[in-house]
């Protein structure tokens, strides 16, 4: 793990912001930002950050520790949280649609009225909190995370849209 201060973060977060707005609009940003690249949170210690609506659309958090992290209303759209530990974070309200959760340790965290749209959730370890997330349309679940989908109230709408892989 790698110890990311409160400093570090927040550049990380500003820099990323510009290539998001780079990829966005196709322009080159000014020749000082001309090396951009998205936030690379590899390996990152997050623990207990508050990260509350912040912009990490496409970001890499793979093996990220985030115990206890708020990502309440954040943008998280296909960004990579594979290996990640999220015990206890907070993603109410969160858009993680087509992200990479897989394997990912999701044990008590709050997930009400998260996206979860098209997210790769294979080997990921979770509980009833599934039943709170917003939307799992054309999510891919583990034969083991069955027992906890079919108690979501619209199951009955989304079975055929979820696809369930062997780990």
Same mark, same amino acid.
Request: no cysteine; glycine share 4%.
């Given at each position: ?11 990380? !977060?500003? /820099? ?14 000014? &020749? ?37 992290? /708020? ?6 759209? /296909? ?6 530990? !999220? ?8 858009? !993680? ?18 996206? !979860? ?10 509980? &009833? ?19 906890? &989908? ?15 892989? /062997?780990?």
């Amino acid at each position: 793990m790698r110890a990311i201060t409160q400093e570090e973060l927040s550049q990380i !977060l500003a /820099d990323h912001a510009l290539w998001l707005d780079d990829q966005r609009t196709g322009e080159r940003a000014q &020749l000082e930002y001309s090396n951009l690249h998205r936030a690379n949170l590899h390996l990152a210690n997050l623990h207990r950050a508050n990260l509350h609506h912040a912009a990490l659309h496409r970001a890499e958090l793979t093996d990220a520790n985030l115990t206890g992290v /708020d990502l309440s209303y954040s943008n998280l759209v /296909d960004t990579n949280l594979a290996d990640a530990n !999220l015990t206890d974070a907070n993603l109410s309200g969160a858009n !993680l649609s087509y992200s990479n959760l897989v394997d990912t340790n999701l044990i008590g965290v709050n997930l009400a009225g998260a996206n !979860l749209t098209g997210v790769h959730l294979a080997g990921a370890k979770f509980g &009833l909190n599934i039943i709170d997330a917003a939307s799992i349309y054309h999510a891919t679940f583990s034969k083991d995370a069955l027992i906890w &989908l079919i108690l979501r109230d619209d199951w009955a709408k989304v079975k055929d849209t979820v696809k369930i892989v /062997d780990n």
